[in-house]
Every structure is written in C-alpha cells, then in structure tokens.
C-alpha cells in the first residue's frame, strides 16, 4: 500500500453491504482489493465500518437468515468472508484485520477523504495523507438516514427501543404488530412508510410539519384515503418517551405552541437520507440530491471510466441490504471486466 509506484488493480471505498460484497467477488477473481472501511463518526451517525446495518440489531429480511440476524453479526460475516479471500484494509497500523477477530480493530479503519479522478491511475488520498493509485475504484459509501437529532431518539435507535429510520426494514418485527406508531415527514418516502406500516400498525399517525404534503399527489391521496393513518398536521416531535421502548412522542404545534402527549410503541424517521458523496464532489457526476448517477443502470458504470459505483449512494429507490450487496457484486464484475479490457488484469 501507499505511493511507491504500486498500482493497486481495484479500490473499494466503504464496507457496508456493498463494499464487501464487491471485495469478496474481487478478491475471489484474484483482483488483491484494497477497502476504505471508514472511520467511525459520532453516533447517531451510521457512518462506520459496517455501515448503515451497524445501527439495528434484527435483520429479518436478510435470505440465508431465517430466524434473522443481528446488524453488527451480519456485517462481520461479510467482512470475515471477504478477509477470507485475501482482501486487504487500509488501517492506521498498517496490519490487515484478522478475519476472526471483529470489534477492536473498527477504530483503526482509514476513511478515504480525497480523491482525483482527473487521469488514471486514480488517486485516493486517506484520511492520514496516505496516497493511493489504482486502476479502477469502486464506490460504496453509501447513505445514512436523516434523524430528528434528538437524545432520545438516538438511545432508543440504538437499544433496539422502537426507534427505526426504515420500515420496511423493521416495520414488520413483532414490537410493531398491532400497535399505534408514529412516522415523521412529508414527502413520498414517508407517505410509503406510513402506508407499509399500517399493514402492521393499529394505526398510524403521520407528523407533518406544515398543513400540506411535500409528497406528490397520488402518495399523498393513498395516505388519506387509509382508514389506518391519520395525519397530525402543523406539529414537531419535541421528544420520544419511555425508557426501555417508546412509549409516546411529545408533539409541539407549530402554530398554536400547544404542547401534547401522542401516545405510540415506534417511531419510524422519514425525513430523507443523505449519500456520503462530499469527497466526490467535482469528481464524479452526482444528482441533485448529491446521488451518483450511473450511466448505463443496471450496469455500475459512472461517468468516470474505471469507476463503478454500488449501493445505497448511487440508489435513492430500494435501499435495502441484500440490493446493496447485490450491486456489490455487478461493480466487482463490471470492474473485472474492465481491468480485463485495459490489459490490466
Ligand atoms: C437502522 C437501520 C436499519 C436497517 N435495517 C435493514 C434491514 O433490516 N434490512 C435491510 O435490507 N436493510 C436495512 N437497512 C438499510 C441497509 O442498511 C442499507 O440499505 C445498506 O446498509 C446499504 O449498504 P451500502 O453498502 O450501500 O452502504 P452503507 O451500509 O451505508 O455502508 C457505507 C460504508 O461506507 C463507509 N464510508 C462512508 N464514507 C467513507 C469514506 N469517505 N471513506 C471510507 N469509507 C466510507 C462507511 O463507513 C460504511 O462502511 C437499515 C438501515 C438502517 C439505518
């Protein structure tokens, strides 16, 4: 590793479902990847080795899982699978992780914090100043959901309280079955949130902060029209109550400054999700949304030649773990064959 001439044939940058999937279908073509895991930022944060998955503790949707799995165990079989094959990780001591040992080595995980496209090789600076060259890059930094910010919010998120920023994901656990819920935001995703939870809920009250939705209208009309959601318009969530799991939400009107008490056993946050793409900036092409656009879906190709891209950053529709990894792999391959094309591999 590092700028002594050597070109690295493949840079996968992040280690959720994405990142390693691709490292393992690379590693396995005897490509030698080199991983970016990423450092961990401050919690609620999901910026972290592991990704997005690190922040829950049931997966039930996962196929291969069929009493569902922990968040932090599923990453670490990921990772341990990839290790497995002979990938490499860029770390601050410079000693690869041992696949069987997983938890004290996250902190030592280098981010990739610049990078220049401009000409091959890539270069990719870590956050250490460490220089690398490589052939081809793969881009799996994926997105963390937007939160509310508040402390409660975050604890229960964490303890696995009832707290959730995917119902897809977890409006189906048992917590959730028959019980009132509430979903915070206004646009299309919420509307689908709501809608998918109220297959579950007893019912569920959608929190808007202005007297409209910022949802188009079909999204907005199929939430009317469901007996089992009822809008509360003009109000914020001050709090999220109860100890161990959520009990209620402290809601504030925004017009009126009234202050009550909702009464629900979730609270799903469905204010939007933000793609870890800042360091690509200029670089690559992004959406508005700061999204990396492919060029060619379903293929991983960017507008960049040479560098792919996979998961939640480059999908703003499906964001689901088995989707992530999925695109995990048709980067690896597109990369392989790329590197096959250019006579480097
Ligand atoms: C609370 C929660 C629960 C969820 N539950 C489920 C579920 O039950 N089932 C399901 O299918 N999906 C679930 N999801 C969604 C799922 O986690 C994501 O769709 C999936 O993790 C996306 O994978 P990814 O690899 O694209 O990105 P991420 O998981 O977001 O991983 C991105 C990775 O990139 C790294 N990274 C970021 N920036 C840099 C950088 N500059 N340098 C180096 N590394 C960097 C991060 O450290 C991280 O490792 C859940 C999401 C959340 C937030």
């Not at 809608?195 to 949802?215: H, N, P, Q, T, W």
């Not at 996979?310 to 048709?330: H, N, P, S």
């Amino acid at each position: 590793m590092g700028d002594n001439g050597h070109i690295e044939n493949v840079v996968i940058i992040g280690s959720g479902p994405a990142g390693w999937t691709a490292a393992i279908y690379a590693a396995r073509a005897n490509l030698n990847p080199l991983v970016f895991a990423g450092r961990p930022k401050t919690i609620p944060s999901t910026i972290m080795p592991g990704g997005q998955l690190m922040m829950t503790t049931d997966v039930e949707n996962y196929p291969g899982f069929p009493e569902g799995v922990d968040g932090k165990a599923m990453m670490a079989l990921f990772e341990k699978q990839a290790l497995r094959f002979g990938t490499r990780v860029m770390t601050d001591n410079g000693q690869n992780p041992e696949p069987d040992e997983h938890g004290g080595h996250l902190y030592v995980y280098q981010d990739a914090s610049k990078v220049d496209f401009s000409e091959r090789p890539f270069k990719i600076w870590s956050d250490k100043d460490e220089l690398i060259l490589a052939h081809s890059v793969i881009l799996a930094t994926g997105a963390t959901a937007n939160w509310l910010g508040l402390e409660n919010e975050k604890r229960l998120a964490q303890s696995g309280g009832g707290v959730s920023a995917c119902a897809v994901c977890d409006g189906a656990l048992p917590i959730f079955r028959d019980q009132p819920l509430v979903v915070v935001g206004g646009g299309d995703s919420a509307c689908e949130e709501a809608s998918y939870l109220s297959k579950f809920g007893s019912k569920v009250y959608m929190i808007l902060r202005r007297d409209e939705f910022r949802a188009s209208k079909i999204m907005a009309d199929r939430v009317l029209e469901n007996d089992k959601i009822e809008v509360v318009w003009n109000s914020v969530v001050e709090d999220i109550l109860g100890d161990e799991s959520v009990t209620g939400v402290k809601l504030r009107n925004v017009k009126s400054d009234e202050v009550s008490t909702l009464e629900c056993r979730g609270f799903f946050a469905a204010i939007g999700h933000t793609p870890a793409t800042q360091f690509l900036e200029g670089q690559i092409e992004l959406d508005d949304k700061k999204y990396v656009v492919l060029q060619n879906p379903p293929r991983s190709l960017t507008n960049v030649e040479g560098v792919f891209a996979a998961g939640d950053l480059a999908d703003a529709e499906y964001r689901q773990a088995v989707t992530a990894a999925g695109m995990g792999c048709k980067a690896a391959l597109d990369a392989e064959r790329w590197l096959a094309d250019q006579g480097v591999h």
